[in-house]
């Protein structure tokens, strides 16, 4: 096993344990010799790492799921707006709610309805 080996394992270990701190992600990627002087996108691709943004989204999507599909004891009327159209596609379509103070235009529900 080579020395690659190792410090790309460790440092797979260290961005995935501490998942939430990009700083901790980007500053670890660079430990690896040769990714010190790649883009951090470049160094997690190689990595076989995913962004942050990109797994955020991921998670909201799986809590929605959970919300619509009754796997939460939640109601969704508190955070979603359903569509009443019949016309196309299916029953589970969201609608964007009116807001108007910037805390609810990036909430949980408007975040995962925008994307």
Known sequence: MSFYTVTH?????????FGPSVRVRRR??????????????????ILGLTALETRR??????????????????DQEMFFDMSQSS????????????????????SFSNRVVNE
């Not at 394992?9 to 344990?17: I, T």
């Not at 670890?28 to 691709?45: D, F, N, P, Q, V």
């Not at 969201?94 to 805390?103: G, I, Q, S, T, Y």
């Open 9 to 17: 394992s460790a440092v797979r270990d260290v961005c995935l344990s």
């Open 28 to 45: 670890a990627t660079k430990l690896i010799s040769g990714l010190s002087e790649m883009g951090y996108e470049e160094r997690l691709k």
């Open 57 to 74: 989204l991921r998670g909201d999507l799986i809590e929605v799921f959970k919300i619509l599909k009754g796997y939460k004891n939640i």
């Open 87 to 106: 016309l196309r596609g299916h029953s589970l379509k969201l609608n964007n709610k009116r807001v108007r103070l910037d805390v609810a235009k990036f």
